[in-house]
């Protein structure tokens, strides 16, 4: 009875390679997001999707590029990985304007 | 521009006392406020709001304060518990329908 999920919990994988990770919600809010969190723990957005359409699309490499199949999948895609990208990618979801749930993360290394 | 800052990165309260957490924000107009709590390998995790409308709400053993005219926020945990140990993030939403969070405040309940 997950509310928001992500898949996979760890990835590791090499400079220049391309991965992706899903997310799916099963709360049936309107609007999912990507966010990334440092080493430091800041975490900042980077994307905000309400009912499939992109609402939200901060200063973000084009190498990341998000999907949203459904409202109850955000999907994100990264190409060309970079070291830079080693972080934790949560994703959330909530009711526009409302408190947002977040999803477990996904701890990607880059070597 | 908008930023959200907490003014200690750290804070040790014994176990029963109470704990204040403060948050600072920049820009008067913000409407929408909330905690978290992210505990190690976790998502950060919804713990109470506040709308702007509002001085004061309180959840079970957390409170939340909204001083606008200083625009300061604080969460008070009452009789903490080793339990309530984490990093606590304010987030404020400045009306462009994206959160804004804070650097984060590590609470370390002492047994």
């Known amino acids: 009875d997950t509310a928001v999920s992500q898949t996979p919990k760890y990835l590791v994988t090499q400079m220049g390679n391309d991965k992706s990770i899903k997310c799916e919600q099963n709360?049936?809010?309107?609007?999912m997001y990507w966010y990334k969190q440092d080493s430091k723990k800041f975490l900042k957005i980077m994307f905000s999707?309400?009912?499939?359409?992109?609402?939200i699309n901060e200063t973000v490499p084009n190498r990341f590029s998000p999907k949203s199949p459904d409202k109850a999948h955000l999907n994100l895609h990264i190409n060309s990985l970079e070291l830079g990208d080693s972080a934790v990618y949560f994703c959330?979801?909530?009711?526009?304007?409302?408190?947002?749930?977040f999803g477990p993360g996904t701890r990607l290394t880059v070597t | 521009g908008e930023s959200v800052g907490l003014h200690l990165p750290t804070l040790s309260v014994q176990e029963g006392d109470n704990s204040i957490i403060n948050c600072a924000y920049s820009?008067?107009?913000?409407?929408?406020f909330i905690w978290y709590k992210q505990e190690s390998g976790k998502g950060p995790q919804f713990i109470i709001d506040?709308?702007?409308?509002?001085d004061k709400r309180q959840g079970q053993r957390v409170t939340v304060l909204l001083n606008k005219t200083v625009k300061h926020l604080s969460l008070q945990i009452a009789a903490t518990q080793p339990g309530d140990s984490a990093v606590y993030f304010c987030?404020?939403?400045?009306?462009?329908?994206?959160?804004?969070f804070g650097t984060g405040t590590r609470l370390t309940i002492i047994p």
């Open positions: 820009n008067s107009a913000s409407d929408y």
């Open positions: 999707y309400n009912n499939k359409e992109l609402i």
């Open positions: 709360l049936g809010h309107d609007t």
């Open positions: 959330a979801s909530s009711h526009r304007g409302y408190e947002q749930y």
């Open positions: 506040i709308r702007s409308n509002m």
């Open positions: 987030a404020v939403d400045f009306g462009n329908e994206k959160l804004t």
